[in-house]
T-cell receptor, first 115, second 112 residues
Framework: DAGVIQSPRHEVTEMGQEVTLRCKPI?????LFWYRQTMMRGLELLIY????????DSGMPEDRFSAKMPNASFSTLKIQPSEPRDSAVYFC?????????????FGPGTRLTVL | DAKTTQPTSMDCAEGRAANLPCNHS???????VYWYRQIHSQGPQYIIH???NNETNEMASLIITEDRKSSTLILPHATLRDTAVYYC?????????????FGGGTRVLVKP
């Protein structure tokens, strides 16, 4: 089992540029989550999908952030335009809702640096 | 979801048991207790969960008090690789997805 796959692992970009983070959930999982981690705010949920449908995006900081899940095996988190305060580690997680207490499995994260 | 309180940090000797406490005095009857950990530069990792009975798996044991207002995660034989931040999370299982709300966690340092 490959686990949750995220790409790229590291991204360095300049302010104003578009950034796209990618996530492949565990095969068969039906829920997908995007989290952000910073020293100041810790781990916080940005958005989550159930069966490819966005359920709660209340954690998305502002309109510059958008997330899509076109199919069950792929999701993207886009930041346009990026700002230095977006620098953080972004984690994707997936789970199988309906099985017990739906444990979430996290990917290795994408470390984003916006200069 | 119920709020949890954990010590900020604790040290543990390698080879000894590590007992990590968590208070969740406002827990509801249908809320589970989950434990995750995050090793430096990695994504959070699921450890164990329980509703009211004590649970054990290959990683740890979870002891939940009878009134369910607190719990203890036990790492039976701590190794250096168990150095991590440990998060206690209490949440309800929801049909439409179930987000995790992470607090500050307990930073555990296992020393040789």
């Amino acid at each position: 089992d490959a686990g949750v796959i995220q790409s790229p692992r590291h991204e360095v970009t300049e302010m104003g540029q578009e950034v796209t983070l990618r996530c492949k959930p565990i095969s068969g999982h039906n829920s997908l989550f995007w989290y952000r981690q910073t020293m100041m705010r810790g781990l916080e949920l940005l958005i989550y999908f159930n069966n490819n449908v966005p359920i709660d995006d209340s954690g998305m900081p502002e309109d510059r952030f958008s997330a899509k899940m076109p199919n069950a095996s792929f999701s993207t988190l886009k930041i346009q335009p990026s700002e230095p305060r977006d620098s953080a580690v972004y984690f994707c997680a997936s789970s199988l809702l309906g099985q017990g207490a739906d444990t979430q499995y996290f990917g290795p994260g994408t470390r984003l640096t916006v200069l | 979801d119920a709020k949890t309180t954990q010590p900020t940090s604790m040290d543990c000797a390698e080879g000894r048991a590590a007992n990590l406490p968590c208070n969740h005095s406002t827990i509801s009857g249908n809320e589970y207790v989950y434990w995750y950990r995050q090793i430096h530069s990695q994504g959070p990792q699921y450890i164990i969960h329980g509703l009211k009975n004590n649970e054990t798996n290959e990683m740890a044991s979870l002891i939940i008090t009878e009134d369910r207002k607190s719990s203890t995660l036990i790492l039976p034989h701590a190794t250096l690789r168990d150095t991590a931040v440990y998060y206690c999370i209490v949440r309800v299982h929801r049909a439409a997805g179930n987000k995790l709300t992470f607090g500050g966690g307990t930073r555990v340092l296992v020393k040789p």
